[in-house]
């Protein structure tokens, strides 16, 4: 899991600085070190207690920061930029099925070799469908607003004061399951 977010979040930095903002490189976080992309609160105390009391594992990296206004093409670019984490996830994941059918692992499932190759296809698939759900502040929020005319800007940035709380309502009512498990098993079948 710190894999596949510490890659998640250089693929964000990384792109930003190729399309012009040196925002997250001058910071140091185009870096595969997870400890620069560790948030306190979302990437240790919250799955920590999620998995002590065996609720919900929930919780985030650090987010990247992204100087809009040293981006080209500040719309496309930042949709591009935030469009990169979860396909760096989708990378990971394809090559673990890779890794899951050259090496047998497929016929091993119960081996540890096993279960762990395919355990880094379904995180990876699960953080890039979960990551690109059209709700500010994800990646797909931030992908929608690349895509949609700047006459919904308003409202994006409305929503993205309440997408925090969006996210709990969809996780704690069961919605978010409804939604991400049948395109994220979808992808794995496809890929296992």
Do not use: C
Not at 103 to 126: Q, W
Request: aromatic letters at 8%; charged letters at 10%; a neutral charge.
């Amino acid at each position: 899991m710190l894999a596949s977010l510490t890659v998640h979040e250089w693929a964000h930095a990384w792109t930003a600085d190729r399309l012009g903002d040196p925002t997250a490189r001058l910071l140091g976080r185009v870096s595969f070190n997870p400890v620069v992309h560790i948030d306190p609160v979302g990437t240790v105390l919250l799955p920590l207690v999620g998995m002590m009391t065996a609720g919900i594992v929930f919780g985030w990296a650090k987010p990247v920061p992204v100087n809009v206004s040293q981006l080209g093409n500040p719309k496309r670019d930042f949709m591009i930029v935030a469009a990169a984490g979860p396909a760096s996830n989708l990378v990971l994941a394809v090559l673990a099925a890779l890794v899951f059918h050259a090496t047998g692992a497929h016929e091993t499932l119960g081996s540890t070799i096993g279960r762990a190759v395919y355990f880094a296809v379904s995180i990876n698939v699960l953080l890039a469908v979960f990551n690109m759900l059209p709700v500010p502040p994800l990646d797909g929020g931030n992908v929608l607003a690349g895509l949609l005319p700047d006459s919904f800007a308003p409202a994006i940035n409305m929503m993205r004061q309440f997408g925090f709380l969006i996210l709990l309502a969809l996780i704690f009512s069961g919605v978010l399951n409804t939604v991400v498990a049948p395109v994220a098993n979808a992808i794995e079948r496809l890929l296992i």
